[in-house]
C-alpha cells in the first residue's frame, strides 16, 4: 500500500470529489416569515440514499427532532435565490435510534420521502444506492487507510448574511456547503451500532469551522485511490461510510467528530427505511 500525503492530492481531484459529494447532501431549514421578510435558519444536513423505490434522507435522531410537523421544510438542494421547501405531508420521520449521551450514541433518524418529491429532488441531486453497496460493507470494506475520507454537510459556522444583490434590497441568509479531509482514528462497535471519531486538528486553517453545529447528519465518505500507470492519482466510486452527530469539545489540543459507521448505515439504518413502507 503506497503512503500518500494529503497535501500530494491534486488541488483539482480534491475539487472534483467534493463537487461529487455535494450531489449527496442537502440542508434542512426552517423557514419563518418575519417583518422583515422570509428567514431561514439551518436545522441540520442529510445524505440521500434509496433502498429499492423507498427514498429517504438519513441524518441524526436530534435532527428529527427539530424538524417541522405541520406547514413546509426547507431544503438546500442547489443554489437558489429562493429556498425551496416540501410540504410535511409528503414526509415521514423515522426516529430510528437515540442513546442517553450525546457523546456516544445511538443519535440516528431519516426523513422518508413520498415518490413524487424524491423524484423532483432526482432532477438536482443523486441518491445513493444503499442495497448495491450493503454486502460489501458489511462483510468486506475497505481498509480504513486506503483512499482519503471526506466528511460533508452544511457548518452553521460559515452561514452569512450580506445584502441581496438578486434583488438590490433586504438581506440574503446565504448557507455553505463544507467537505472536510481526514481520517478516522478509531472504530468502534457497542450493541449494533458502529462508531467512528475524526479528529479536528487545532491549527486546521479556515474555511476549516470550529464549531460543525449544522454537520449533523452529513455525510463520511471513504474515496479509494488509485495510481495509473502514467502516475496520475485517480479516484473510485466515493463509499457511504458514516453519519456524523456529535462534536466533541474544543479544547487547545482540537475537537473530535462523532460519527455512526457503516454497521449502523447498512444494518440498523438499512433495516429501518426498508420497512417502512409510503
Known sequence: MEEVQIADIPDDLKMELLRLLADYSVGFLRLEDTPQGQNASLLGSGTLVVIDRTFATLTAHHVIRTLPRAGRLGIMLSPSSQPHSIEVLSLKYLEIARGHDDAIGPDLGAV???????????????????????????????????????????????????????????????????????????????????????????????????????????????????????????????????????????????????????????????????HTNW
Open 112 to 274: 422518508i420521502l413520498a415518490p413524487w418529491i424524491a423524484s423532483a429532488i432526482a432532477a438536482k441531486k443523486i441518491f445513493y444506492d444503499l442495497k448495491l453497496h450493503r454486502e460489501h460493507m458489511l462483510h468486506s470494506p475497505p481498509d480504513p487507510r486506503d483512499g482519503m475520507w471526506i466528511i460533508h454537510g452544511l457548518p452553521d459556522e460559515r452561514t452569512v448574511e450580506r445584502p441581496d444583490t438578486a434583488t438590490g434590497y433586504g438581506i440574503a441568509k446565504v448557507f455553505y456547503k463544507f467537505g472536510g479531509i481526514g481520517r478516522p482514528t478509531s472504530l468502534v462497535q457497542i450493541g449494533e451500532h458502529d462508531y467512528f471519531t475524526i479528529p479536528i486538528h487545532p491549527a486546521a486553517p479556515p474555511p476549516v469551522p470550529k464549531n460543525f453545529g449544522g454537520m449533523s447528519g452529513g455525510g463520511l465518505w471513504q474515496i479509494p485511490l488509485i495510481r495509473k500507470p502514467s502516475g496520475e492519482l485517480n479516484n473510485r466510486s466515493p463509499l457511504f461510510s458514516g453519519i456524523a452527530f456529535y462534536q466533541h469539545a474544543v479544547t487547545d489540543a482540537g475537537s473530535a467528530l462523532r460519527c455512526h459507521g457503516r454497521a449502523s448505515i447498512y444494518g440498523v439504518a438499512y433495516d429501518a427505511i426498508a
